[in-house]
C-alpha cells in the first residue's frame, strides 16, 4: 500500500519505518528541512532500540522516503497517517492546530479518495473536527478514522510490529476494510483489530494511558505505607500481582511517572472531563500524589541530614524519565536536581543516553562525567532515578572505594535489601525497610 506519514516525531517514525518493514511504500513528511536532510542521509533523529536497522534496511530498498514536500508525498498515498503533535495548550487540553493546519493543507490538495488516519494522541470529538475541516476545504471523498498508537519509548519497534492489539475508530467499511489490510502482517499471532466508532477510539487512548498511571500512583502509595507500617513493597506487590486480575505488569513502584504520554494524557482527560461537568476525581488524586512522589528522595535526603543540604556532593545515576530512551520529558531526575541544587548541594551525574538532553537545559546547574564510577568519586550519596540495566549489577567494591559515605537513595529499588545491609551501606529505596 502507499502511505504517508505526516509529522516524523516519535511516533511518526516509528510508525512510517515499522509500516515499509512489511512492504508498504512509506513516505514521511516534516517541515524541519534540515531534519528531512538528515534522515534522506540515513541519520536517524531519535535513539529507539531496533530502529536504526529498519530505518537503514527500508531506506536502501527504497521503500521508505522523506520529503518536506506535502504535496508530492500525499499524490498516490492511500492512507495518510497524521502523527503530529498535540502538545498541552494553556489550559491544559490538547493543542490541535498542527493537526487541523495538516488536515486542512491536505484537503487543499487531494484530488482523489483518502484514509486520513489520526494517530497522535487527540481528545475525543477530533475526528470530527477533522471531518469538519475536509467538509469546508474540498469535495473530495475522504475517510477519517482514529487509530491510537499505544507503543512504549524504548520497546517501540517490539510494540509496533508485535501489538497487543490494534484499535480503529471508524463509521466507514471501506475504511475500515483498508486498515484492517494494512495491520493484517502485525497480528498474524492472533492479537485482534478493534473496530469501535471515533469517539470510543479517541477515549480508549486516554483510558488505557490513565488506568497505568493509576496503577503506578496507587502502587507508589502502597509503597508509601509500607515504609510506615514496616511491610515490603515487593511482596506485596508479588502477593497482589499474582492475581490475574490485577496482573504483575506496571506495579513497579519508584519516584513516580514521567514522560511525554502519562502527564499530560491524565492532565489532558481531567481537564476534558471537566468540559463536560463531570469531575474525573481519581485522576486529580493521580496528578497530586504523583507531583508529590518525585520528591520522594529528596524528602527522605532532607529527613537523613537533618534538613541541611548545603555543600553536600551527590552522585545522580540516571537522567532519563525510564531506561533506554533520551528522553528526559517530566523526567523525576529533573525534579530532583532542582531541589538538591535549589538547597545548595553539588550534583554530578551519569546517564548512558540523556546527558546531552540535560545538559543544554540544566547545563550550569550541574556536572556530568562519562562513567558511572566518576559520579562517585568522594559524593556523599549516591541517588538513583533511572533503572537502566547498566545499574543493576554494578561493582561494588568500585563503588565503595569513590563514595565518602556508604549511602544510596535508590528510586528505582535496584538492589537486595539484604545485600545492601551486608555491604553495609545506608541503603533507602521505595517501599521497603532502610
Ligand atoms: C506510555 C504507554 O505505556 C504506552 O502504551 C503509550 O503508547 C505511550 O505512553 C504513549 O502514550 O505514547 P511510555 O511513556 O513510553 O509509554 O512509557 P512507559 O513504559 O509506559 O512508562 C511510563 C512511566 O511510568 C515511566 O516514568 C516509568 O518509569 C513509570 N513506571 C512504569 C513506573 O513507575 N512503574 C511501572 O511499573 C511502570
Not at 495491520?183 to 480508549?204: A, C, H, K, Q, W
Request: aromatic residues 10%.
Amino acid at each position: 500500500m502507499k502511505i504517508a506519514v505526516i509529522g516524523t516525531g516519535y511516533v511518526g517514525l516509528v510508525t512510517g519505518t515499522c509500516l515499509a518493514e512489511t512492504g508498504n511504500n512509506v513516505i514521511c513528511v516534516d517541515i524541519v528541512e534540515d531534519k528531512i536532510n538528515k534522515m534522506k542521509s540515513g541519520i536517524l533523529p531519535i535513539y529507539e532500540p531496533g530502529l536504526d536497522i529498519l530505518f537503514h534496511r527500508n531506506i536502501e530498498q527504497g521503500r521508505l522516503n522523506f520529503t518536506t514536500n506535502l504535496a508530492d508525498a500525499i499524490k498516490d498515498a492511500v492512507i495518510i497517517f497524521l502523527a503530529l503533535p498535540t502538545p498541552p495548550g494553556g489550559d491544559g487540553k490538547a493543542d490541535l492546530s498542527y493537526v487541523l493546519g495538516a488536515a486542512k493543507d491536505i484537503a487543499n490538495l487531494i484530488t482523489d479518495y483518502k484514509v486520513i488516519v489520526t494517530k497522535s494522541t487527540v481528545p475525543v470529538g477530533t475526528a470530527d473536527k477533522v471531518k469538519a475541516v475536509f467538509k469546508e476545504n474540498t469535495l473530495i471523498d475522504v475517510d477519517v478514522v482514529s487509530n491510537p498508537e499505544f507503543l512504549r519509548e524504548g520497546v517501540a519497534v517490539e510494540d509496533f510490529m508485535k501489538p497487543d492489539r490494534v484499535v480503529v475508530g471508524s463509521s466507514s467499511e471501506k475504511a475500515r476494510k483498508l486498515m484492517e489490510e494494512l495491520y493484517g502482517p502485525y497480528v498474524r499471532s492472533g492479537n485482534p483489530v478493534i473496530f469501535m466508532d471515533e469517539r470510543s477510539s479517541e477515549l480508549t487512548k486516554y483510558a488505557a494511558n490513565s488506568f497505568l498511571a493509576t496503577k503506578i500512583t496507587f502502587m507508589n502509595e502502597v509503597a508509601n505505607l509500607c515504609e510506615l507500617v514496616g511491610a515490603d513493597v515487593d511482596m506485596v506487590r508479588k502477593g497482589i500481582g499474582s492475581d490475574a486480575r490485577i496482573g504483575k505488569r506496571f506495579l513497579f513502584p519508584g519516584i513516580g511517572y514521567g514522560g511525554s504520554c502519562f502527564p499530560k494524557d491524565v492532565q489532558a482527560l481531567a481537564m476534558s472531563s471537566k468540559e463536560y461537568d463531570y469531575s474525573f476525581k481519581i485522576l486529580d488524586a493521580v496528578m497530586d500524589v504523583n507531583q508529590t512522589q518525585k520528591l520522594k528522595i529528596v524528602e527522605k535526603m532532607i529527613k537523613y541530614y537533618n534538613g541541611d543540604l548545603s555543600g553536600k556532593k551527590f552522585a545522580l545515576w540516571g537522567l532519563a524519565f525510564k531506561p533506554e530512551t533520551d528522553d528526559i520529558r517530566e523526567a523525576p531526575a529533573l525534579y530532583i536536581i532542582d531541589e538538591l541544587t535549589k538547597a545548595g548541594a553539588e550534583v554530578v551525574a551519569y546517564d548512558p543516553e540523556a546527558m546531552e538532553n540535560v545538559k543544554k537545559m540544566k547545563g550550569d546547574v550541574l556536572s556530568f562525567v562519562e562513567n558511572p564510577y566518576d559520579a562517585l568519586k568522594d559524593a556523599d550519596a549516591l541517588i538513583i532515578a533511572t533503572e537502566w540495566q547498566l545499574f543493576r549489577n554494578p561493582d561494588f567494591d568500585l563503588m565503595e572505594k569513590n563514595l565518602k559515605s556508604k549511602v544510596i537513595f535508590d528510586g528505582r529499588n535496584l538492589y537486595d535489601l539484604h545485600k545492601m545491609i551486608d555491604l553495609g551501606y545506608y541503603y533507602n529505596s521505595i517501599g521497603r525497610a532502610t
